[in-house]
């Protein structure tokens, strides 16, 4: 290597010189990126668990709503009954909301 050094040109180092830095900064750049893109994936990791959580309470408090309007409706004299579906509908809707903001 040495030999090669002696021979070539100082427009031959000059170049050689400034590709070696450009191949070090694709390098630190290459990296870099690498950093990021392990630390979205943890953050993604963290929000499908976050997601998975809220999924699971959401269940749990659907089943409480049903529940408690299985309940309401079986006590429910035939006067409330058209409140008490407006009311179940209306949770219902809200619970569908949820859902789509845990889809975006």
Avoid at 23 to 29: D, I
Avoid at 36 to 61: S, Y
Wanted: aromatic content about 4%; hydrophobic content about 45%.
């Amino acid at each position: 290597m040495f030999i090669i050094w002696l021979f070539m040109t100082e427009d031959h180092k000059q170049l050689l010189a400034v590709f070696e830095t450009k191949v070090r900064y694709l390098m630190a750049l290459c990296d870099e990126q690498k950093q990021k893109i392990n630390e979205l994936t943890m953050l993604l990791a963290e929000k499908d668990q976050e997601i998975a959580r809220q999924l699971e309470d959401m269940k749990v408090l659907k089943a409480k709503c049903d529940n408690m309007l299985t309940a309401r409706v079986v006590s429910v004299n035939p006067g409330e009954l058209k409140s008490a579906k407006m009311r179940l509908s209306k949770l219902v809707r809200e619970v569908d909301k949820c859902i789509a903001l845990l889809n975006e």
